[in-house]
């Protein structure tokens, strides 16, 4: 096959989407990404019923390599470029791999409430190594609505887990970091590549580690399957790990990467939701409230100049 031969405009990294992309259209591509991404602790929990975590972590990445690997053969898309390899393997470890598998850890103990932790801190840390990888230059406005934004849904996630911190902790912050490196480098090759072959060739890629990493983790871990854990692994697989990467990846390249990762401000408090609805876990009063600080805060970073 022939390599995809791109080179990346540091003027369109820095300031915008691709050419021609229309903000709105954007904005509706990151916040169906969140949406997706909001189900994933819910799917994992269920996942956890009837799958060990490395055996639910490896067969979701093979899974949705498998899906990926088709949709790129039959759309008969050229391997990318030598000098994207690196960027796509930082993706790799991040979302496919190093996430994924530090947070189902987490949730082995961990409730989903307090995992969401993470999810509210990762649009502050993305938005900052989104800065210092790519060279942009968001407003004050934007970081004081980052900041309001990320510490209500701290302060809320913290008080849904009692305040009491775990030895999940652990597992959470490395995901919060994995991850951020991960959408940083997703946004950034979003720009010169579809965001579905972006993610697509990362799951490729990360093809010989989960395919052994499934088979041992198979023979040693009990399955148990049920309709909960079935479909808790194929929303993560397809839902989570690709189709939502995708419309993620490609918000992104639209908006710009601090922009996009402020809507996922929203994304622990739809995860609540789910967990009341799915889970059966109690919403105590504080989510409504909670919830409008940060729609506040999101419409602020999306109307700040210069992110």
Known sequence: MRAQSSAIPKTRIAVGGPLGAPASAGTLQAALGVVAFSLTFPATA??????????????????????????????????????????????????????????????????????????????????????????????????????AGAAAVLAFTVRQSGGALTAADAYLFGALLVCAAGYTEGGRLAR?????????????????????????????????????????LLWVAAGSQFLGLVVWYRGMAAIGIPRASQLQLAQPLLTLVWSVLLLGEHLTPAAPLTAAAVLVCIAVTQRARGA
Do not use: K, N, Y
């Not at 930082?90 to 850890?105: D, E, M, S």
């Not at 990762?122 to 800065?131: D, E, F, G, Q, R």
């Open 192 to 232: 010169v590549m579809p965001g579905w072959q972006v993610i697509g060739w990362a799951l490729v890629l990360c093809l010989p580690l989960t395919v052994p990493a499934a088979a041992v983790a198979l023979s040693l871990e009990p399955v148990r399957l049920s309709a909960h854990s079935v479909t808790g």
């Open 46 to 147: 269920w996942g956890l019923e009837g799958f060990g975590p490395w055996s639910l972590v490896a067969v979701r990445s093979v899974l949705a390599a498998v899906i990926a690997g088709g949709c790129l053969l039959v759309r008969g898309v050229p391997l990318p470029d030598r000098r994207h390899w690196s960027g796509l393997a930082v993706v790799g470890a991040g979302v496919v791999l190093g996430f994924p598998l530090l947070t189902t850890l987490a949730l082995r103990t961990s409730t989903t409430a307090h995992a969401a932790v993470v999810v509210g801190l990762l649009p502050l840390t993305t938005a900052l190594l989104s800065a210092l990888r790519l060279g942009t230059r968001p407003s004050r406005t934007f970081w004081a609505a980052a900041l």
